[in-house]
Structure formats: structure tokens, C-alpha cells
């Protein structure tokens, strides 16, 4: 697909929803945001553990309450798999707005992804929202900042705004976030 063969990749992502699995619904139906032509039956969407798939639908059709169920019971599916407690701890403090849960989710995936930025920067958000400023700061310290793409750099310096903020150092918070506006 990213190689420039659009029409091999629809023809494969066709073939592979015949008779589709989760996994393959869930590639296609990721695919159809790059590829037009791809013949997603809704039937597909009701395998029973088609949690993923179901997920990023209702995601991208704005039904965040049932796109959060829906990576709850892929979380629960696949505990080791990293995306699903990102995408589930994004949600949760996000569109849910429940930082508790975001926190539990975040804390929940890195205890197999230690290291993951996307983990360790909800946890120090919704960390900060609860006013838990040593919870976000532990996570704020484990990030590797030198290894951070461009806008992973946006994103920390962003939130490294919001802690100063909630230290009480609004002048730093400020600065910070004037950083990751001007930088996004």
C-alpha cells in the first residue's frame, strides 16, 4: 500500500475479508482510511471479537462511549498488545473524561510497555487533571526525551506545561506551552 501498490493492497485487503477474522477486519477496515475501493461488509463488524475493528469505527463516527467499550473488551482481548491501552487510556481521559480509568488503563499497559511514550504522557496528564503531580512527575521522568519524534516533543512539552501549572509555577507552564504551540 505505501510502496505505491493501491491496487495489489485493495485487491489482498479484499481477498482477506472473504471469509475475515478479527485481525483481518480490523487491517481492512484501518486500510479504508488509505484506500478507497475496499468491500467491508457490516457483517464483518459482528465477529465476536472484532473489538479492535469496532473500536476505530465508532471512533471515527464520533460514538466515543461505544468506541470505548468496544477497546475495553480489545484491551481484555489482547492485555500485551501496547495500541489498545493507547488508544483506550486516550479515550478514557479524552472523550470520557474519566482520568481515573485513563490512569488505571495507562498503568495497566505499561506494565508490559515500561517505555512507552504514549502510556507514560496520558498517565502524566490525567495524572496532572487529578492533581496527582508526583504520579505525572514519575512519568514525566521516564520519558526519553532524546528519543521522542517531533511531535511526541510537542506533545511532553505540552504536558510538562500543564505540571508546571499544577506545581503551581504558572510563569514555566506558560512558557512551556507557548513552546509547544509555536513548535505544533
Not at 470520557?96 to 508490559?112: A, M, V
Request: charged residues 25%.
Amino acid at each position: 500500500l505505501f510502496s505505491g501498490a493501491s491496487k495489489n493492497a485493495r485487491k489482498l485487503f479484499n481477498q482477506s475479508l472473504i471469509s475475515p477474522n478479527d485481525n483481518s477486519v480490523a487491517q481492512a477496515s484501518w486500510a479504508s482510511r488509505h484506500v478507497s475501493g475496499l468491500l467491508i461488509r457490516e457483517a464483518s463488524f459482528k465477529l465476536p471479537s472484532a473489538y479492535e475493528a469496532r473500536a476505530f469505527e465508532y471512533y471515527f463516527k464520533k460514538n466515543y462511549n461505544d468506541a470505548f467499550v468496544e477497546s475495553v473488551k480489545w484491551l481484555l482481548d489482547e492485555p500485551f498488545a501496547s495500541r489498545a491501552a493507547r488508544f483506550t487510556s486516550f479515550l478514557a481521559s479524552t472523550f470520557i473524561e474519566d482520568h481515573k480509568i485513563s490512569c488505571e488503563i495507562s498503568r495497566f499497559g505499561l506494565q508490559l510497555n515500561p517505555h512507552n511514550f504514549d502510556l507514560l504522557n496520558n498517565l502524566a496528564y490525567s495524572s496532572c487533571i487529578l492533581n496527582d503531580v508526583v504520579e505525572a512527575k514519575e512519568a514525566i521522568d521516564k520519558i526519553n526525551y532524546d528519543a521522542l519524534t517531533e511531535l511526541e516533543k510537542i506533545v511532553y512539552t505540552a504536558t510538562y506545561g500543564l505540571w508546571h501549572y499544577r506545581m503551581g509555577n504558572p510563569i514555566k507552564g506558560k512558557e512551556l506551552y507557548q513552546v509547544a504551540l509555536k513548535e505544533a
